[in-house]
């Protein structure tokens, strides 16, 4: 099974990510952790995407689909992967297609996670006064909500022609969401 949760920052799928994981031991590719990671450890990349990442931009699709092709390659035999916050652009999302058919498999379904922008607001403020993470406070995270509705929401027409896209509200309580989620995954495209 590979899936793609799709939805702004703060949607909450790196916390339904986690669910499945647990649950059917996919491996969870979320480029964000990868990136904040890098920079953590003070890496020649990490420092390249530092300043992007603290202005709510994006980084190169090179980098990150980099970043997705290593993955891919270290978790062969994977029971499924789940990709979080990638892709996020067209060219990312074409990508990812060619690095699946290359290893002989295919994205098989993509969940948006439906949650309006007030309540988005709302979360990430709470997220910004409990984990301080720099790209959460109101300004940045205006503009990476601003990049989510120019650069990646476009995609979902993409994935919608295919017949893969489902639809979940996301702003239910985390054990809902996950009931929806599940449901989604077990549909036939
Ligand atoms: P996230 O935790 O997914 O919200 O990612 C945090 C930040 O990392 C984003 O605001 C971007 O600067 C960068 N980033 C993460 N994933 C991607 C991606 N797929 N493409 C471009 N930039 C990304």
Redesign the pocket.
């Known amino acids: 099974m590979n899936l793609i949760l799709f939805g702004p920052?703060a949607a909450g799928k790196?916390t339904q990510a986690k669910r499945l994981v647990e649950e059917h031991g996919y491996v969870q590719l979320?480029?964000?952790?990868m990136?904040?990671a890098a920079r953590a450890s003070g890496s020649e990349l990490g420092n390249r995407?530092a300043k992007?990442?603290d202005e709510?931009?994006?980084?190169?699709?090179e980098i990150?689909i980099d970043l997705i092709d290593d993955q891919l390659n270290q978790n062969k035999g994977a029971a499924g992967f789940i990709f979080?916050?990638?892709?996020?652009?067209l060219g990312?999302a074409k990508a990812l297609d060619q690095l699946l058919e290359s290893r002989g498999t295919k994205l098989d379904r993509v969940i948006r996670l439906v949650v309006d922008e007030d309540q988005l607001m709302a979360r990430v403020t709470k997220r910004f006064e409990e984990q301080g993470r720099k790209?959460d406070n109101p300004a940045t995270f205006a503009a990476?909500l601003e990049?989510y509705n120019q650069d990646t929401a476009p995609l979902l027409p993409f994935y919608a022609e295919r017949g893969i896209l489902r639809e979940v509200d996301g702003m239910a309580s985390i054990e809902t969401v996950t009931e929806g989620v599940e449901k989604a995954l077990k549909e036939t495209a």
């Open positions: 920052p790196g979320s480029t964000g952790d990136l904040r995407v992007i990442m709510g931009g994006l980084v190169s699709d990150v979080d916050g990638f892709p996020r652009t990312q790209d990476r990049k």
